[in-house]
């Protein structure tokens, strides 16, 4: 039996990764790809939880963000392509229009 | 049908409302005849009203009927109550009679104008408003009508509000009026309070038992007044009425005239019983309108414009029925009121056929011999003439008569000796314009001599009608001395205003009918000396007293004092708080808070590189924040 640490300390892996992988990468893409880690790091301490806990809940948010991070994988890189559509570039340093 | 009484003032509301909306897709045609008929419909219940009100036994109540709760708020209750009694009665057949006869003499009169839908849809309204007013049973309601007329009055006086002179004449008027209704709500509301209602009936009665004390009673009184002299132009609120003579002549003898200038007596009349017991107030409602007899009669004299000289007699006659109100007489300022109606819409209506016959030329010194150019307008307006000097047998002798016996009956030796000169002053301006109207030499300029011509039927027939009522009329209100069936018209309004009887030796009586004739005849035979005769009298005698005669014709330079007492500052105070307040305060708090919404933008501007990442860090270290929050 694996205890939950176990879990816990891969997730926080995942998690730091996924945060490192977004302030180091420069294309949308990659930068997106990043915050599905990060969603998989907590889906990770979820379901550890749930599971040395005992209750239900734990995987029923699961499958929420699951079902959250889907939608949002869609619209995500819908949005993409389409500013690569726009502007021939996914590069975060170039896309500044919003600067104030 | 008497039942539909309260219909009477909502059919030309409704034919109003109908014309607002859809008058510019209607033909002339359609516009004329629904704007009339509307009109005539009223007359005709009216007219079963009155039969059905002549035919109850004395002191039986008259019509009411309740159409709506409207305000009813604690003890302030305020329906929507038409009640018909006499005096509505007189009111509504003069507005709708005459109201009809103006109706029939526009289509002719405005048939070249381009407006003419807009034209009767005011003209309806006008008339749905006088007739709130005269049918309201409470004060509130009548002060719906009171606004309303001066709405339709000032639309109306605007009419061609291209015309600068047109647009500011109306804005006068409005004014004025406000200044007047002013005082008029105040009155209003303090007897609100006072009474505990709005209801002419509780009025009068908490008068006449003492419930309302006296003292309040003339406080009360006198400022409804003030809203009267607004209304019905008297001293010192008469400016505003010779300016309204830059609306359509059918507008001057509607409105300006018949109607809606007599609001004022009416409202004195209704609410007889607060008036009669208040001896200040009918004292201060007789001097008033004494005084304006004269001042007005005595501008008259002199003026040029024809429009003008009826301008200024509408006013002093206005004040002859306010005498014989505050003398008490109420049911004979009422009788003044109705021959009145008749003799000066006719005499304006004249007017009017004369002005258009010169093709617009109002100016008399620019008039004169159209006697023989004119069949129909010119032996009508004699007969119009003739009634308002005061020449036995026609209708404004009666009505004169009533209220100056009236005053000397009842010890105001003053008042009628100031009612007799004005008599004489009626009758000399009055056929000063008839000799430089209709005899003499003709002294038109040559385009509007060119093409002299009498007015078509539609509108010389509402002439002779008039013509026929200016004669007729007084015969209802034949004084004591002609027998017995004599003032049948007072002891009709018996019903609803206070009447006094005043017992004088037929005697005296007879001396004071002569005297009245004398009066008239004066006049006209000083106008015959003065402008037929010998008419270079009236330039020497101008030159003997120029002092006096610039006097009157700078009309005493009332406006003019008005303008420097009230106008001006008024307007210079309304300035020094637009630069003040306005910009200063009001602008510099708006502006002032658009400038720091700048400023903190700009200052906070930096915070948005449109990076992506830079957010994502400051999302980050939010987020650590937080947690750290939460942990420690």
């Not at chain 2, 004979?332 to 109606?341: I, K, R």
């Not at chain 2, 026609?394 to 000796?417: E, M, N, Q, R």
């Amino acid at each position: 039996m694996i205890p939950p640490s176990a879990f816990f300390a891969v997730a926080v892996v995942l998690f730091v990764l996924g945060v490192l992988a977004f302030f180091v990468k420069k294309d949308l893409l990659t930068q997106f790809m990043s915050v599905e880690v990060m969603l998989n790091a907590g889906n990770l301490a979820f379901l550890a939880l749930a599971k040395s806990l005992g209750k239900a809940e734990g995987q029923v948010i699961v499958l929420f963000v699951i079902t959250v991070a889907a939608a949002e994988a869609v619209i995500g890189l819908a949005i993409i392509v389409l500013v690569f559509r726009q502007r021939k570039t996914i590069q975060t340093d170039e896309l500044k229009d919003l600067k104030g | 049908m008497a039942e539909l009484f309260w219909l009477i003032p909502l059919i030309p509301g409704g034919s109003s409302l109908l014309l607002v909306l859809f008058g510019t897709k209607l033909s002339r045609r359609w516009v004329a005849w629904q704007a009339s008929s509307a009109v005539f419909l009223s007359l005709l219940l009216s007219a079963a009203a009155f039969v059905h009100l002549i035919r109850l036994p004395p002191g039986a109540p008259g019509l009411s009927k309740t159409l709506l709760a409207w305000i009813s708020s604690g003890h302030f209750v305020s329906p929507i109550t038409f009640a018909f009694d006499q005096l509505t009665a007189v009111m509504a057949l003069v507005i709708t009679g005459v109201g009809l006869l103006i109706h029939v003499y526009s289509t002719a009169y405005m048939s070249e104008d381009r407006s003419y839908a807009r034209y009767f849809a005011h003209l309806n309204l006008f008339t749905f408003f006088m007739l709130v007013l005269v049918m309201a049973s409470n004060l509130v309601l009548m002060f719906v009508g009171w606004e309303g007329v001066g709405l339709c009055s000032y639309l109306l006086i605007g009419f061609w509000f291209d015309r600068p002179a047109a647009a500011k004449a109306g804005m006068k008027a409005f004014v004025v009026n406000r200044v007047g209704d002013a005082a008029f709500i105040i009155g209003i509301l303090f007897l609100l309070v006072q009474v505990g209602g709005s209801g002419f009936a509780a009025i009068n009665q908490a008068a006449a038992t003492g419930l309302l004390p006296s003292g309040l009673a003339t406080l009360a009184a006198i400022l409804l007044f003030v809203g009267a002299t607004g209304k019905s132009a008297q001293i010192p609120l008469y400016i505003w009425l010779p300016d309204a003579m830059e609306g359509p002549t059918p507008v001057s003898a509607l409105i300006h005239a018949a109607t809606m200038v007599t609001a004022g007596v009416y409202m004195v009349c209704r609410l007889s019983g607060l008036y009669a017991a208040s001896v200040p107030a009918s004292t201060v409602v007789a001097w008033i309108g004494a005084a304006t007899a004269i001042f007005a009669a005595t501008m008259a004299l002199v003026q040029n414009d024809i429009k003008k000289v009826l301008a200024y007699s509408t006013i002093s006659q206005i004040g002859y029925m306010f005498i014989g109100c505050g003398v008490g007489a109420y049911a004979a300022g009422m009788f003044h009121l109705v021959t009145h109606a008749f003799f000066k819409s006719l005499l304006f209506l004249a007017a009017g056929s004369v002005i258009h016959a010169l093709s617009g030329e109002q100016d008399m010194r620019r008039m004169g011999g159209l006697k023989k150019h004119l069949p129909v307008t010119f032996p009508v307006f004699l007969v119009g003439a003739l009634a308002i000097s005061g020449v036995p047998f026609l209708s404004g002798f009666f009505s004169k008569d009533a209220i100056l016996t009236s005053a000397f009956a009842g010890g105001h030796y003053v008042l009628y000796g100031l009612g007799l000169l004005g008599a004489v002053m009626t009758a000399f301006y009055m056929f000063r314009l008839v000799y430089l109207t209709f005899y003499g030499e003709e002294r038109m300029t040559p385009q509007a001599g060119h093409h002299i011509h009498e007015s078509p039927r539609a509108m010389t027939i509402p002439l002779v009608f008039l013509a026929a009522f200016s004669i007729l009329a007084g015969y209802v209100g034949l004084p004591v001395l002609f027998g017995g069936k004599a003032d049948l018209f007072g002891r009709f309004m018996e019903g609803s205003v206070k009447t006094v009887t005043h017992h004088l030796a037929v005697s005296t009586e007879g001396l004071l009918v002569v005297l009245a004739t004398a009066a008239s005849l004066l006049g006209i035979a000083l106008a015959f000396l003065f402008y037929r005769r010998t008419p270079a009298l009236p330039g020497r005698l101008a030159s003997l007293f120029p002092g006096i005669y610039r006097l009157l014709v700078g009309k005493y330079y009332i406006d003019e004092v008005y303008d420097a007492v009230a106008v001006r500052p008024l307007i210079r105070g309304a300035e020094m708080v637009y630069e003040r307040f306005d910009l200063k305060v009001i602008d510099g708090a708006l502006n002032g808070s658009a400038a720091a919404a700048g400023l903190a933008g700009k200052g906070l501007n930096f915070l948005q590189s449109g990076l992506v990442r830079d957010y994502a860090l400051a999302f980050l270290i939010g987020a650590i924040i937080f947690l750290g929050f939460l942990l420690l």
